[in-house]
């Protein structure tokens, strides 16, 4: 009785994130009453296994006690102060405990608010370094196709899929695109390292001819997530990273999905063995809790804008809610979290446990790719195998999909036609076999001819 209630009460006030709203007169509407480890349960006594964590965003689970715990305590002595010419112990910890998991050259720690806004603040600290070091015609940025970047004017300016941007193009800056190395377009006689050289040469043509006008190259190291979960292999951020040194351009690297043990690292330009110049973090920071996002840089890049005051060189760029101490709390208590429960090490079992649990797909007659990056496995199902026909978008195929799961207690949230497991990194063996059999039954809904 209260769930129809509040689903009722919801649709008359409350406007969705990316939702057609008028959907929700044949898709239904869950209020969640409350959450434990990957469990969300409604007020109908249905219970939904977080596969996707809510976002991707949850790291330890729901409801997690010793994040709670933490946040308990810090709330129990301060809620919020401004960060200006204020501060508190929670950003200070944060800021020194990302700066210890990151590489010698990153020394410092700007908080922003969310993923989105972390990238519009990198774009313009990168933008501005250039601007306080006289390089007064470097204002583009490089992107990749199928990359995301978030949905304010700046984030979205720098993301390349048409679903988010196409409407709102003559609103935003432009940005020179340059063909995504994804696996899935490689030619299955190179490696996946080779495809990465290859692809490699258009963004080196690209920032041959057009360096001097541009500030930085964006990337999301290792998976496109919004982009379809779609993967390459670490070999193009390292010559990306030679190549933007060369170059005089910033690199600048969007962990927000990735970031936190997603691909199996702890970050993914990790396993490049690079340093970015410019790190953006979001989502896991805070296990899932809160809003938080923080940009991590260089000496060189801080010192450009350390200056007399009258120069007007400093970084303009503040939110009122810059690292609000109830979320660094979470944030803190995620960390330890990491260190304490050995996450990374334990990751690989699990991560192995993912991909023989859905390799039987691989032979799906609708399903052209099963790939998986650490805690990452995604599922793209096509019309025809062969030739990876698609399906019509407007099938909307893996709807079917989503709704097979919710009947049997599974939340997955398709990409298109890209199913895809993102599990939090406390769920067990068995939860993951259970969601593998749903996610296949799902596929054969989503794939069903009469359908
Ligand atoms: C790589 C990447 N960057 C930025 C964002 C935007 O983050 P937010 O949704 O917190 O604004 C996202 C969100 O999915 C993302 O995946």
Request: charge should be positive; proline fraction near 3%.
């Amino acid at each position: 009785m209260k769930h129809s209630k509040l689903v009722k009460k919801d649709l008359k006030v409350v406007w969705h994130p990316c939702t057609q709203m008028k959907d929700h007169e044949k898709i239904p509407m869950i209020p969640i009453k409350s959450g434990k480890g990957v469990w969300l349960y409604d007020y109908d006594d249905n219970k939904y296994l977080d596969a996707i964590s809510s976002w991707w965003v949850n790291i330890f689970g729901h409801s997690n006690t010793f994040i709670n715990n933490s946040i308990k305590k810090q709330l129990s002595k301060l809620e919020h102060v401004l960060l200006a010419g204020f501060t508190h112990e929670p950003a200070i910890n944060l800021a020194e405990n990302l700066i210890s998991l990151t590489p010698k050259k990153i020394t410092k720690c700007f908080f922003t608010d969310n993923g989105s806004s972390s990238v519009d603040a990198a774009m313009k600290m990168s933008y501005h370094y250039w601007q306080n070091k006289g390089k007064r015609s470097k204002k583009s940025f490089i992107a990749l196709s199928n990359s995301y970047h978030g949905e304010t004017l700046g984030s979205l300016s720098v993301s390349n899929i048409d679903l988010y941007k196409k409407t709102y193009e003559s609103i935003l800056k432009d940005t020179i695109i340059v063909e995504s190395p994804d696996n899935y377009n490689k030619k299955d006689n190179i490696s996946e390292a080779q495809h990465a050289e290859l692809m490699f040469d258009k963004m080196h043509q690209t920032i041959k001819k057009n360096h001097k006008n541009v500030c930085a190259v964006i990337v999301e190291p290792l998976i496109q997530c919004a982009g379809y979960m779609r993967m390459y292999h670490p070999r193009y951020l390292e010559l990306l990273r030679e190549a933007c040194t060369k170059y005089n351009i910033h690199l600048i690297a969007d962990e927000i999905a990735v970031g936190f043990g997603r691909t199996g690292t702890m970050f993914g330009f990790e396993q490049a063995k690079i340093t970015p110049d410019i790190i953006c973090l979001s989502k896991g920071i805070t296990g899932g809790y809160m809003t938080l996002s923080t940009i991590l840089t260089t000496d060189d890049i801080y010192e450009a804008f350390y200056d007399e005051y009258e120069k007007l060189n400093a970084f303009l760029h503040s939110h009122s809610y810059t690292a609000n101490p109830i979320a660094c709390s979470a944030a803190n208590a995620t960390l330890e979290l990491f260190k304490t429960k050995k996450t990374i090490e334990k990751n690989k079992a699990l991560s192995s446990y993912m991909e023989k649990s859905f390799e039987s797909l691989k032979d799906h007659p609708h399903v052209s790719d099963v790939r998986q990056t650490g805690m990452v496995l995604a599922i793209e199902m096509v019309k025809n195998k062969k030739n990876r026909r698609a399906y019509n978008w407007k099938e909307r195929r893996g709807i079917r999909a989503y709704l097979h799961g919710l009947k049997n207690n599974v939340l997955m949230r398709p990409l298109g036609n890209v199913l895809y497991f993102m599990p939090p990194y406390v769920i067990s063996k068995k939860e993951i076999s259970f969601v593998s059999e749903i996610m296949k039954e799902g596929v054969n809904e989503a794939t069903k001819k009469s359908s």
